[in-house]
């Protein structure tokens, strides 16, 4: 029943101390405050918003054990998020965005606080390390993941690589293909149905983005919902938004929604897109994007940054995610855990 995060202070390095930030510590009134999301579905949804989403409740209560934290700041959770309105504003083109809202955690102290995901992930792969070698000597079971790169794009084979590495480190077992960049639909669709009635395939995921040419919505559709350890498909989604229903409010801008966030997540793929001033003092913000922009001083000719404007936001919020060391080391992480479970799910596997 708690919602966690292994956070260490930005601004106080003396309070080093690891304890632990649990939700809710102790109730707060009032308890309903907002969670702003911006997602960048684009690659799942190239039109519409699917109906199942807006105005639908998810219960964030089942959330992972508790983990430590560095300089604990108190905050209250109703454990749930509705997801209230779909935009596509054209701050960002012809990429859709969604926002979701809730009454979810509250900040009783501000303080500001690094969210670091780099030592999050450690610990999950220690986790998924020890499990998978549990359930090989029990079982004889080797979870296995599959991933499908198309095309010759020098980050998406670093990504695959790395993907590769870290289910050798925890003894996952990998399986690729790679296409060329010209391949057809059809070729994609044929390697992932392989794939899907592959018994040693738990995981199975498609390295996006895609060439353009293909239709990325329809291959992920694709994947066996059983084996979509990236959750990217639409049932996924649909799924994790089906749990219980809260009221729609309308809301007035991108802007104004953020400001009354206790909780904002930005998946947008926009560079610097939320700024200081989009953000209520005091709220936690996970930046989701990842989005190279050119640095010449740079060794590789880019540099990583968030859809937030770092500087400004880790002014006014009171624990925030950096880009990089933030969500993107926990994607490989949970990644590794999805496949474990997969495999646990399809061979019924529940040791104690
Ligand atoms: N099928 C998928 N495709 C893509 C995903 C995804 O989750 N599934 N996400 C990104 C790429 N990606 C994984 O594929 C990914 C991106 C970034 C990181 C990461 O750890 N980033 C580090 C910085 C790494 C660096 O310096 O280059 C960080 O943020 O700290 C992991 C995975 C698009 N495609």
């Known amino acids: 029943m708690l919602a966690k995060s292994l956070v260490s202070s930005s601004t106080s390095p003396e309070t080093s101390q690891s304890h632990l930030l649990s939700f809710p510590h102790r109730l707060h009134s009032p308890t309903h405050s907002l969670l702003a999301v911006f997602l960048n579905l684009n690659h799942l949804y190239t039109r519409h918003p699917p109906r199942s989403l807006v105005g639908q409740h998810c219960d964030l209560s089942d959330s992972r054990e508790p983990l430590p934290v560095k300089s604990c700041t108190d905050y209250t959770c109703s454990h ?21 809202f809730s009454r979810v955690a509250m900040a009783t102290e501000i303080s500001s606080t690094l969210i670091d995901g780099k030592l999050v992930a450690k610990q999950i792969r220690e986790e998924v390390a020890s499990e998978v070698a549990r359930i090989k000597a029990l079982s004889g079971i080797v979870p296995g ?14 990504y695959v690589r790395n993907k590769k590495k870290a289910c050798e480190e925890v003894g996952i077992a ?25 018994p040693l395939v ?22 066996s919902i059983e084996k979509d350890v990236d959750g990217f498909h639409p049932l996924n989604i649909g799924r994790l ?15 104004e929604i953020t400001r009354q ?15 200081g001033s989009w953000i209520k003092p005091g709220a936690v913000v996970i930046d989701v994007g990842i989005n190279a922009v050119d640095d010449k001083s740079s060794a590789r000719g880019y540099r990583l940054v968030g859809d937030v404007c770092f500087e400004e936001a880790s002014r006014v919020a009171s624990a925030i995610t950096p880009v990089p060391g933030g969500v993107g080391p926990m994607t490989i992480a949970m990644l590794l855990s999805n496949t474990l479970s997969s495999a646990k799910r399809t061979h019924d596997l529940h040791f104690s």
Do not use: Y
């Open 261 to 275: 966030a206790d909780i904002l997540i930005s998946a947008a793929g926009a560079p610097n897109l939320v700024k």
């Open 202 to 223: 738990h995981g199975i995921l498609v390295q996006l983005p895609l060439p353009r040419h293909l239709n990325e919505e329809k291959i992920l559709n694709t994947v």
């Open 80 to 100: 749930s998020f509705i997801v209230h309105s779909w935009l596509s504003p054209s701050l960002l083109g012809p990429r859709l965005t969604f926002l979701l």
């Open 145 to 158: 993941l599959a991933v499908i790169l198309v095309g010759a794009r020098k980050d998406s084979q670093t």
């Open 241 to 255: 938004a089906m749990q219980g229903r809260e009221p729609l409010f309308v809301p007035c801008t991108q802007k």
């Open 174 to 198: 990998s399986f690729e293909a790679c296409l060329p960049e010209d391949c057809t639909e059809e070729e994609v669709i044929e390697h992932i149905s392989k794939f899907n009635s592959n």
